[in-house]
C-alpha cells in the first residue's frame, strides 16, 4: 500500500497553517515555487531569489494596492505607496524618526523594562506574552509619539483586535474594524492637538512639523503613520520577542551560549529573524505579466512574498532548520529588500536585544509550557498570544 500526499493547498487563514506553515513552505517550494490559490484569488512565491527579486522589482510588483490580502487601508500609509509619493513621504518621515531618536530611547526602554519585570521578583513563573512581551513594544510606541501612559493600553487592546482573523477568513472582524475607527480617531483628535500649539518633544510633534524642500506631511499622512506604528511597531516586535525566547527554550545549546556570552544578543535576534520572523508575508500586485519558473503571472494579480519560506529556503541557506545563533544571518529577508525595507527595523532590534537580556538575566534556564502555549492567528503575522514560562 502506497502513501498519497494530500493535495497542496496554501491557505494564510486556516490554523492548520499557522501552526506548522514551515511544512506547506517546503512543500510549495518544491513542487509550486509559483502557486496559485483560485478560492482567495493569489499567486504565493516561496524560494529565496525569487521573493528577493520582487521586494527589489518594485515596478513590476508595486504596492499601491495594499501589502496583505484584506483590501487595502484608505489612510494614505507610506507603506502601501510607490515612488514617486512613496519618496517624498519616506524622505518627510525620516527627518523625524531618525536613527538618533531611536538610539535615544535606549534609556527608556531599559526602564520599561525593568519595570514590568519587577513584577515577577519572587514568583517562580510567568506568562512571557501576558506579562511582558505584549506590553513593552506598545510603551515605547507610545512614549515616543507622546500618548499619555493612562491610555496606552487602550491602543494596545484596539491593535490586537484589528490584527486578529478568525479561521479561513481573510476579512477583519467586526471589532477589528471598530478597533480601527477608534485608533483613527484618537490620531485625528492628537494630530489637531499638535497643529493649534503644543511643546511637546515627542515623535508626532515632530511629523506635524516636518518639512524637506518644501514638503510637509498632509494631517491624515500623520495620522496613517502613527497608525503604522502602532500595528507594525508593537505586534511585530511583540511577536519577535516571544519567538525568540521560544526558540532559546527549544534549542538549549544556543540558550547556553546566549547565557554565557550576553554580547552575542544581536545574533539571536537576527537569526530569530530568520528561522521564524514575525512578518511571514508580504503582498504586491503585478503591473504587468510576469513569467516564472514557466508560470505566467498576470497583469493585476495580488502576490504573496512568502518571507518565512525564503528565510527557511534550502537552495540558499545551509541547515535552514537548525537555530544557529553563529549563522551568517545578513541576507535574511525579515524586514524587506529595496525600497521598502522596514523604516522601523532598527527600534525593533533595539527592543528585542533588550527584552532578551533582561528576561535571560532574570529567568535563567527557563522552562516553556508547551501545552500552555496559545499562538496568535493572522495571515501575515506569525507569534504567540500566551506563553507560560517557569524561572529557573
Known amino acids: 500500500m502506497t502513501e498519497t500526499t494530500q493535495p497542496l493547498e496554501f491557505d ?45 522589482d518594485h515596478d513590476t510588483y508595486c504596492s499601491r494596492y495594499g501589502i496583505t490580502l484584506e483590501p487595502r487601508s484608505p489612510l494614505p500609509m507610506m507603506i502601501t505607496m510607490d515612488p514617486p509619493d512613496h519618496t517624498v ?72 483586535l484589528m490584527v486578529h482573523r478568525e479561521e479561513g477568513n481573510p476579512d477583519i472582524t467586526d471589532a477589528g474594524i471598530e478597533s480601527a475607527i477608534k485608533l483613527y480617531q484618537y490620531f485625528t483628535a492628537a494630530v489637531k492637538e499638535r497643529r493649534t500649539g503644543s511643546d511637546a518633544d515627542d515623535l508626532l510633534t515632530g511629523l506635524v512639523a516636518a518639512e524637506v524642500d518644501g514638503a510637509r506631511l498632509t494631517s491624515d499622512e500623520v495620522v496613517a ?19 525568540a525566547c521560544y526558540w532559546l527554550w527549544a ?22 529573524l530568520r528561522h521564524e520572523g514575525s512578518t511571514q508575508i508580504m503582498a504586491r500586485t503585478t503591473t504587468r505579466d510576469v513569467v516564472l519558473h514557466e508560470v505566467t503571472i498576470p497583469e493585476g494579480e495580488k502576490v504573496l512574498l512568502l518571507l518565512g519560506s525564503g528565510n527557511r529556503d534550502e537552495r540558499f541557506w545551509d541547515r535552514p532548520d537548525q537555530f544557529d545563533i553563529r549563522r551568517d544571518t545578513r541576507q535574511h529577508l525579515s524586514f524587506g529588500h529595496g525600497l521598502h525595507v522596514c523604516l522601523g527595523a532598527a527600534l525593533a532590534r533595539l527592543e528585542t536585544r533588550i527584552a532578551l537580556g533582561d528576561v535571560l538575566a532574570r529567568a535563567g534556564a527557563y522552562e516553556i509550557d508547551a501545552g500552555g502555549l496559545v499562538r496568535m492567528h493572522s495571515g501575515n503575522v506569525r507569534g504567540y498570544a500566551n506563553m507560560p514560562i517557569t524561572f529557573a
Open 12 to 56: 494564510p487563514y486556516s490554523h492548520a497553517v499557522h501552526d506548522d506553515p514551515f511544512s506547506y513552505y517546503q512543500r510549495l517550494r518544491d513542487e509550486a515555487p509559483v502557486y496559485r490559490n483560485d478560492r482567495l484569488g493569489f499567486t504565493a512565491l516561496s524560494r529565496y531569489h525569487d521573493v528577493l527579486a520582487a521586494l527589489h
Open 89 to 160: 513621504m519616506r524622505r518627510v518621515v525620516s527627518r523625524t524618526f531618525t536613527p538618533r531618536r531611536i538610539a535615544d530611547l535606549e534609556p527608556r526602554i531599559r526602564q520599561l523594562s525593568a519595570n514590568y519585570l519587577a513584577a515577577w521578583d519572587g514568583a517562580a513563573s510567568g506568562d512571557l506574552i501576558a506579562d511582558y512581551a505584549a506590553k513593552l513594544p506598545m510603551d515605547v510606541i507610545s512614549s515616543m509619539l507622546g500618548v499619555p501612559e493612562s491610555e496606552q493600553d487602550l491602543l494596545r487592546g484596539w491593535s490586537d
Open 225 to 243: 503613520f502613527c497608525v503604522l506604528l502602532v500595528i507594525a511597531g508593537n505586534e511585530t516586535t511583540t511577536k519577535l520577542i516571544g519567538n
Open 251 to 272: 534549542f538549549p545549546d544556543q540558550r547556553q551560549l546566549a547565557l554565557d556570552d550576553p554580547g552575542l544578543l544581536p545574533e539571536v535576534v537576527e537569526e530569530t
